[in-house]
Structure formats: C-alpha cells, structure tokens
C-alpha cells in the first residue's frame, strides 16, 4: 500500500520554488526592460543635443557670416527721374513723383500705378501701406502693396500728415486761426477731429499714428512763460479714449527743447528726439515714459529707425570715422555705438544687419558693428532695399531696378 504523505506541505514547497524561479525570471525580464529604455533614452538625449549644438552653430555660421563678393543682377529697364522719391514698401519698391506712384516687385516687375497731378508730393509708410500727399495741398492718396485704397479730400492745407497700417490717415491741417487735427479712413470718411491754439498746446510739429492707428502722438511747440516749450501728447482714439477730454490721455513738458520728431515703433512703442535728447515711451493705452538719454553739446545730424531700433547720426571727425551712430533698442537702451565714413548717407535697419550707403558705395554691418561687406556699386544708386534674405537687396538706379546678390 502506497504512504500517504502531507499533499499541502509539499504543494506549498513546489508553488515556493516556482515562485522563486519565476520572480528571478521577472526580474531579469524588467532589469532588459529598464536598460533597453536607458539606452533608447541616452540614444534620444545625445541625438537631441548634437542637433542642438548643429542648429547652434549653423545659425551663428548664418548670423556672423562675412560676404567676400557682391554680384550686381541687372533687371528690369526703367526710367527715374532725379525729382522721383524711391520708398521702399513691405519689400516692394513704389516710385512716387508728380504725375502718380507706381508699385513693382523685388523682381522689377510693375505691379500696379496710380496717376494724379501733385506739385510736391511727400510719402508717408507703415508697413504695407503709403499715403502720398501734396505739401500745402488738399489730396491724399491712399494704397497698399495691391494698390489704390482710396483718397482724402481735405478742406484745409496740408501741412503734415502720417498713416496706419490699416491705412487711417492723421493730418495736421492748416487753419486761418488754429490748426486741425483730422483723422480720415483710407476712403476719406472723417472719423475724428480736434484743434489745437498758440496759446493753448502750440503749433503741432510733427505726428505719428500707431500701427494700429488707435494711438496719435503729437509734437508741439509753443511759448510758455517767454521760453520756448515742447510738449509731446498722446491720443487714444479706442475704448479707453473715450471718456476723455480730446481724447488725451498723456502728455509730457519739455523746457527750453524742441522736440522735431515723433514716431511710433509699435502698437505700445514711441519715441521723439529734441535737440538736446532722446526720449522713449511705452503703453499701448495711455503711453508713459519709459526711458531718456540727454545729448551734450553733440548736433544730431539725421534719425534713423524701424520696428526694433533707433539710431542717431552725430558728426565724428575722429581717427574712429567721419560720423557716429548711436543705436537704441525700443526700451531705451543703447546697444551700439559704431563708426563709418560714408558722405550723405541713408541709414536702414533690417534683418539685424544696418545698412549705411549713398549713390556710390555700401557698407553693411551686424548689430555689433561687425563689417559684414563694403563695396562700391557699379553704377550711381538712387536707393537701396533689403529683402527678405540677409544677402540680396533691390538696387534702383536711374535705368534700371537691379539686384544685388552678396556671397
């Protein structure tokens, strides 16, 4: 007869052993896990950095590269005349002169004209749009880079005027008494309108619509106390507007200064420059000052600026170059101050890079003042336009838009 043993006992030894061995074999199996995931991970992180520091070093390549040649495309055959303002316009070229503007592409191609009969006409831009008015006229047109938006009759000469990027108008019309202050659409439709005296703010010298045409920013001077006086007053034409008188919502004093030039960068950025500082302002409802820097003894030759930066043109005479441009960010800041030597020159600020030129010879730095490429132009240039791409302008010249390629 078979023994009969404790089944239970030695089921339990059996389920232990199992257990055992299948607990080492889970484990074995999650520490595989575990590693490949490890080595899947380090693989990821290692793959991520060295695109990093590739896309690292292919941008500064890209940023700091310095050109050693220039190629001069030439392009469409045109004429323009010496009486004839070159503007450049959201990278298209548009020609404006007494019998109309016309509009063409960075390729030369005319994309669109607009005839009238001006005896002084003056260009005003913001972004993609222009208004072209007549000194002391009554006629302002409107367009864009696809062409006519409409046109301002006004009933008063003009005196000054600016534009929006929807293409709102601000004008400082001249009346017998007081001047005006009109605000029209791009159609001519009148949407707001306030005077101004002598004897109250003084006479308006310069004004700047905000991009978004909500904010006006006036330049005024006038006698206070028998000193001369400047007061630079910013309009809020939305909600916040509303509910003031004139719709003035700051305005700022300055003694024994007058303050020529207004602009606005942005929809929350300004500034206006006087014969003895810079000043900045900030707010996209009710502009505060932000910043200024006192100018000594130095005369301020010329104002240069776009969306990012501010540059002041001073007279050098130094062994450091002929002139000085002192270059500010939109808070205030001076972030250069760089040298050239170039004669009558136009300044332009665009892809990082200042571009200083006059009809004979270029010189291109980046915002560190770093030459990038100098060099003379084939034949005299009326003006220079930057493109989208860092290497390749629009030259116009009396005959022909060509293009210049740096390599």
Not at 268 to 279: E, L
């Amino acid at each position: 007869m078979a023994e009969v043993r404790d089944f239970s006992a030695y089921a339990g030894k059996l389920n232990s052993k199992k257990k055992s061995g299948a607990s080492g074999r889970q484990t074995s199996y999650k520490e595989k896990i575990r590693s490949h995931k490890l080595k899947v991970f380090i693989r990821a992180v290692v793959i991520a950095v060295s695109c990093t520091v590739l896309v690292s070093v292919v941008y500064i390549s890209w940023r700091d590269k310095v050109y050693s040649e220039a190629i001069t495309v030439k392009g469409v055959p045109i004429s323009i005349e010496d009486d004839t303002r070159i503007v450049s316009l959201g990278g298209h070229m548009v020609r404006c002169s007494k019998d109309g503007v016309s509009c063409y592409d960075s390729a030369g191609k005319a994309l669109w004209t607009q005839p009238y009969q001006m005896q002084n006409p003056k260009a005003r831009t913001c972004m993609n749009s222009i208004a072209i008015g007549d000194d002391n006229g009554h006629e302002i047109y409107v367009c864009d880079i696809n062409g006519l938006l409409g046109k301002v009759d006004t009933n008063m000469p003009v005196r000054d005027f600016c534009v929006s990027s929807q293409g709102v108008v601000a004008a400082v019309l001249d009346g017998e008494d007081v001047a005006w202050i009109y605000l029209y659409s791009a159609q001519g439709e009148e949407l707001a309108r306030f005077k101004t005296t002598m004897k109250g703010y003084g006479y308006p010298q310069k004004i700047s619509l905000s991009p978004n045409g909500q904010l006006l920013c006036v330049s005024y001077l006038g006698p206070e106390n028998g000193r001369v006086m400047t007061k630079v007053a910013f309009y809020n034409f939305g909600d916040v507007g509303k509910n003031v008188s004139e719709h003035l919502v700051s305005s700022y004093n300055y003694d024994n200064s007058v303050a020529p030039f207004v602009q606005f960068m942005s929809a929350d950025k300004a500034f206006s420059v006087s014969t003895d500082k810079i000043m900045f302002y900030s707010g996209a409802q009710k502009p505060e000052k932000q910043a200024e820097e006192v100018i000594e003894d130095d005369e301020i030759r010329s104002v240069r600026y776009n969306d990012s930066y501010v540059g002041l043109v001073f007279a050098e005479a130094s062994d450091k170059g002929a002139y000085r441009l002192q270059v500010y960010n939109t808070a205030g800041n001076r972030v250069l101050t760089t040298y050239f030597d170039i004669d009558s020159a136009e300044i332009v600020f665009s892809n990082k890079q200042i571009i200083i030129y006059n009809q004979n010879e270029y010189l291109i730095k980046d915002m560190n003042g770093r030459i990038k490429y100098q060099g003379e132009f084939e034949e005299p240039v009326r003006t220079m336009i930057p493109t989208g791409s860092k290497s390749n302008f629009i030259l116009a010249t009396r005959e022909s838009i060509d293009t210049l390629v740096l390599k």
